[in-house]
T-cell receptor
Framework: NAGVTQTPKFRVLKTGQSMTLLCAQDMNHEYMYWYRQDPGMGLRLIHYSVGEGTTAKGEVPDGYNVSRLKKQNFLLGLESAAPSQTSVYFC?????????????FGQGTRLTVV | AQRVTQPEKLLSVFKGAPVELKCNYSYSGSPELFWYVQYSRQRLQLLLRHISRESIKGFTADLNKGETSFHLKKPFAQEEDSAMYYCALSNTGFQKLVFGTGTRLLVSP
């Protein structure tokens, strides 16, 4: 059981380049999330999705776009990368409902923008 | 607004010593509180949730609504407890998890 898988694991971008991070989950979860993790800042929510075809902004959405065309996939796009987007990105997924609130995380993508 | 505060960036203790990782929150409704842990080179994973009132790996956490706290405690720390610990909050019914800045626990022999 793969759980939550992120692609790629590492990437170096030049300022202004674009890229897409892929998150795939095989647990049939409704909710999916993208976070960024920065030293001293914890995990900050970028965008999230409560179901196929729906997305919403989180705490730090600027400079990112997302799409949830299929229930199992959640894509995070950077249209024009900036050095401030150097971070570790985590995808997570979960079921809805108060009794099943565990979020399952991917292994992270380390992105460096030079 | 939802906010989670973890005042300690680093907590260093010796093996066998008690551990308390502090977490305070602000939320106007009835929150759900969690502790997540990230061991070295592993992915973030759930440690425990307040709604279950469980003890995992010897850790417990009690939700104190009066003090808006959810401190994580363990009476006798072990070296394998060394990790990054995140307190997180979610509003009931929807799981937009908000995380604190994390506390690194270092347990020395």
């Amino acid at each position: 059981n793969a759980g939550v898988t992120q692609t790629p694991k590492f990437r170096v971008l030049k300022t202004g380049q674009s890229m897409t991070l892929l998150c795939a989950q095989d647990m049939n979860h409704e909710y999916m999330y993208w976070y960024r993790q920065d030293p001293g800042m914890g995990l900050r929510l970028i965008h999230y999705s409560v179901g196929e075809g729906t997305t919403a902004k989180g705490e730090v959405p600027d400079g990112y776009n997302v799409s949830r065309l299929k229930k199992q996939n959640f894509l995070l796009g950077l249209e024009s990368a900036a050095p401030s987007q150097t971070s570790v990105y985590f995808c997570a997924s979960s079921y809805p409902g108060a009794r099943n609130t565990e979020a399952f995380f991917g292994q992270g993508t380390r992105l460096t923008v030079v | 607004a939802q906010r989670v505060t973890q005042p300690e960036k680093l907590l260093s203790v010796f093996k066998g010593a008690p551990v308390e990782l502090k977490c305070n929150y602000s939320y106007s409704g009835s929150p759900e509180l969690f502790w997540y842990v990230q061991y070295s080179r592993q992915r973030l994973q759930l440690l425990l949730r307040h709604i279950s009132r469980e003890s995992i790996k010897g850790f417990t956490a009690d939700l104190n609504k009066g003090e808006t706290s959810f401190h994580l405690k363990k009476p006798f720390a072990q070296e394998e407890d060394s990790a990054m610990y995140y307190c997180a909050l979610s509003n009931t019914g929807f799981q937009k998890l908000v995380f604190g800045t994390g506390t690194r626990l270092l347990v020395s022999p």
